[in-house]
């Protein structure tokens, strides 16, 4: 998905699928996008707020995004900081 779509799209008020917000973490991740493409969004979202949906969406994405660590072999308590 193109970056500078989603930016305006955000710019404008408009609201994120879970698809867009897939894509945006996908870019991030996979370093398609630019620093300052991100930087953009981020404050669009800042500026425009996410709705309830959209930010499950994003830390649904963000979760997805990474490899999943299995402690059930420890015999102490995790925690996460």
């Known amino acids: 998905m193109n970056p500078q779509e989603l930016i305006r799209k ?3 008020g408009a609201r994120f699928s879970d ?3 897939k894509a ?3 870019g991030v991740c996979d370093n398609s996008w630019a620093d300052y493409q991100i930087t953009a969004l981020v ?3 800042f500026i425009h707020g996410l709705n ?3 930010q499950t969406a994003l830390v649904r994405s ?3 995004s990474g ?3 299995d402690f059930s072999d420890l015999d ?3 925690a996460d900081k």
């Open 62 to 64: 963000m979760l997805e």
């Open 67 to 69: 490899e999943v660590l």
């Open 52 to 54: 309830q949906a959209e």
């Open 19 to 21: 698809e867009e917000i």
């Open 10 to 12: 955000k710019r404008d």
């Open 76 to 78: 102490a308590p995790v």
């Open 43 to 45: 404050m669009a979202m």
């Open 24 to 26: 945006f973490i996908g």
